[in-house]
């Protein structure tokens, strides 16, 4: 799990909104939503 992904993950609980969200650092909608999805897979699996 990287440092960088869980940013995403608390730009999108503060901003309540994905596509929002995906402005603050820079990156498109679909990769934020990809890497999310990554973060959940990981935290499901353990």
Not at 24 to 44: D, G, W
């Amino acid at each position: 799990m990287e440092l960088r992904v869980l940013r995403y993950f608390l730009a999108v609980a503060e901003e309540g909104n994905i596509t929002w969200a995906a402005q603050l650092p820079r990156i498109s909608r679909p990769t934020l939503s990809r890497q999310l999805r990554r973060l959940e897979e990981a935290l499901t699996n353990r």
